[in-house]
Each structure stands twice: as C-alpha cells, then as structure tokens.
C-alpha cells in the first residue's frame, strides 16, 4: 500500500493556523518563549532527578512549541468574541447550526476540551516535577471530565466552572506575588469563558426539536467508574 506522503501533509496542516503579519510574529514569539519554559522544565526534571518529569518534559517542549500555531483559531475566535457581543452571538448560533459538521477543534466544545488537556498535562508535569504526587489525584478528576466533555453534556461544563473557580481560588489563597495573582486571573478568565460559551452552545443546542437524547446515564456511570478506579489505582501506586 503506497502512503500518499502530499495528503499525509496537508492533513497535518490543517491542523495549524498559518497566520500573516503581526499575527505570525506574535505566534512566533509566543512559540519561543513556550519552548524556552519547556527547555526549563527539562532541566528541573534533571536537576530534581525525576525520570518521568524528564520524559514528560521531553514529550511537552516540542508541543508547546507549536502550541501557538495551533490555538490561534481559538485565541482569535475567543478575542473577537470578548469584544463584540454580536460577533459572540453569531458565532454560537454557527456552531448549533453546524454542530455535526464543524471540525471538532473548531468548536467551543473542543476548545474546552483540549484547553482541560492541556490543563492535565500541566497538572501531571508538576506533579512528576515536583514530586508533589498527591497533584497527581487531580488528573482522576480531569479525565473523565475530558470525557463527558467530548461527549458535550451543557451540565458538565457547569461543573467545570466550579471546579475551576475552586482551583483558581485555592491558588489565589497561596499565591507568593502580584504576578502570580494576575497570572491566575487571566488564566481563570480565559479557561471559564471557553466553558461558558461551551454551555450556551449546548444549551440552546438542546432546545431544537428532534435532537437525539445521549445516554446520559451510562455516560456518567463510565465517568464515576473512571473516577472511582483512576482514584484507587494513585493511591496503590503513590502509597
């Protein structure tokens, strides 16, 4: 079977944004500092003598490199969403309109759900990092989060709000400096405007006639397992 390498690459590009102008250079220079602060946690890991801080220090810097490239669709959807009301609107009635068709990463669903992968990711190299392996419970939470997201249930990104707002509010309870409290500020505002706009999306979603009813049961119940057995199996490995 001939691997047709022109389609392979073109499917890879569609994936990323191929900004102009000041548009590009902001990417460019975002992509470089992301990738010095991985080249940062690669010698933390080092320093602190974590294998699985290194490896996931490894895996995350080129991610993070082409990070900016990826989500610029996103940052300028969320940007032209914050400053026009209309543009907001429309934007959301487009995504109940195409909301079988529209590339799942185009979505304020998929934005929710891979801004709460990325989260993970954070959380787990802290964890490792630091050695800080109780951090490490919180990827129980996130990951059957990520899975009724994906699924697109309008309660679930209620909880996410919550649950964000707890997280963001525990952080500003410790945190050292001013930097540090703007820092989560802008973090919290950004992630629970996505989860917002996620849920009205869904919202007004399940008010169309016709729309198939999820297996909401079954899809909670796979989540609480998930819960329950991600849960046990930390604890096991940590204690």
């Keep these: 079977m001939q691997i047709n390498k022109t389609a392979i690459k073109d499917k890879i590009r569609s994936y990323f944004a191929e900004p102009q102008g000041k548009a590009r250079m902001a990417c460019e220079v975002f992509s470089v500092l992301l990738g010095l602060s991985g080249i940062l946690m690669i010698i933390a890991a080092v320093a602190s003598g974590s294998v699985l801080g290194l490896v996931g220090a490894l895996v995350a810097t080129p991610l993070l490199v082409i990070l900016p490239f990826y989500f610029y ?20 009635n487009r995504q109940v309109e195409e909301y079988d068709t529209l590339p799942f990463r185009r979505t304020f669903r998929g934005m929710a759900f ?59 309870y410790v945190a050292p400096s001013g930097a540090s409290v703007a820092s989560i500020l802008v973090w919290w505002a950004v992630v629970t405007y996505i989860y917002l706009q996620a849920y009205k999306v869904e919202k007004a979603r399940a008010k169309l006639p016709n729309i198939p009813h999820k297996p909401w049961l079954k899809d909670l119940g796979l989540a609480l397992g998930g819960f329950i057995f991600l849960s046990a199996l930390l604890y096991a490995l940590i204690y």
């Excluded at 969403?81 to 959301?92: D, P, S, Y």
Aim: some cysteine; overall charge positive; aromatic content about 20%.
């Design 73 to 92: 669709h996103f940052f300028k959807t969320m940007l032209q969403g914050v400053a026009n009301k209309q543009f907001r609107r429309l934007e959301r």
């Design 114 to 172: 891979y801004l709460t992968s990325f989260i993970l990711v954070i959380t787990l190299l802290m964890g490792f990092l630091t050695k800080s392996y109780d951090i490490l419970f919180e990827a129980a939470l996130i990951l059957p989060l990520l899975y009724l997201m994906r699924c697109g249930y309008r309660w679930i990104f209620v909880f996410a709000i919550i649950w964000w707002t707890f997280e963001k509010g525990l952080q500003l």
